[in-house]
Antibody, heavy 120, light 107 residues
Framework: EVQLVESGGGLVQPGGSLRLSCAASGFTFSTYAMSWVRQAPGKGLEWVSTIGAGSDTHYADSINGRFTISRDNSKSTLYLQMNSLRAEDTALYYC??????????????WGRGTMVTVSS | EIVMTQSPATLSVSPGERATLSCRASQSVSSKLAWYQQKPGQAPRLLIYGASTRAASIPARFSGSGSGTEFTLTISSLQSEDLAIYYCQQCHDWPLTFGEGTRVEMK
């Protein structure tokens, strides 16, 4: 079964840091681009970042260099290092897999998400 | 940034009737558009990619059409399990962007 399981969320003060992880199973992780998508409470979906199979990276403008996406193919795990967190980063963070190994840029498998709350 | 605009915000449809959801891009995205369904408390589910290709295990009552800047998701005969919020997403250029969603409710 293809599965993504996120972890690492929690409550953090403004300016703090968190590292999210996403453990993948059931597919050849190294051949697929992977992404993080977030959803603030009661709001819509917002793409955050993508890392390609070749480790090329892309980020939303709102991230402003504060987040770093990475992957460890030996562990089939995706990461998101989040620094200088702001209240507006409060959201459920989903890990998502590209539907195709190439440049489809749409997501067929999603995790259940991990909640990040930025508050003092 | 490509802005995605969905309409209507809420769509009320009787069971068994056709539901038509629209998505407009602020500039051409060719056929690089996806549709997702999200039910309360659940992760999004991919319905359509490449504007018209149904994802795996998606019922045939869901279909997508369009290219350029105008796209449509059609649910041919609405079932109770189709009540959800539907999002479109452009896959053409960075940053990837989603529409604000259309809520489908039962009339």
């Amino acid at each position: 079964e293809v599965q993504l399981v996120e972890s690492g969320g929690g409550l953090v003060q403004p300016g703090g840091s968190l590292r999210l992880s996403c453990a993948a199973s059931g597919f050849t992780f190294s051949t697929y681009a992977m992404s993080w998508v977030r959803q603030a409470p009661g709001k819509g979906l917002e793409w955050v970042s993508t890392i390609g199979a070749g480790s090329d990276t892309h980020y939303a403008d709102s991230i402003n260099g504060r987040f770093t996406i990475s992957r460890d193919n030996s562990k089939s795990t995706l990461y998101l290092q989040m620094n200088s967190l702001r209240a507006e980063d409060t959201a459920l963070y989903y890990c998502a897999k590209y539907v195709l190994p190439g440049a489809a840029r749409s997501f067929d498998i999603w995790g259940r998400g991990t909640m990040v709350t930025v508050s003092s | 940034e490509i802005v995605m605009t969905q309409s209507p915000a809420t769509l009320s449809v009787s069971p068994g009737e056709r539901a038509t959801l629209s998505c407009r891009a602020s500039q051409s995205v060719s056929s690089k558009l996806a549709w997702y369904q999200q039910k309360p408390g659940q992760a999004p589910r991919l319905l359509i990619y490449g504007a018209s290709t149904r994802a795996a295990s998606i019922p045939a009552r869901f279909s997508g059409s369009g290219s350029g800047t105008e796209f449509t998701l059609t649910i041919s005969s609405l079932q109770s399990e189709d009540l959800a919020i539907y999002y479109c997403q452009q896959c053409h250029d960075w940053p990837l962007t989603f529409g604000e969603g259309t809520r489908v409710e039962m009339k």
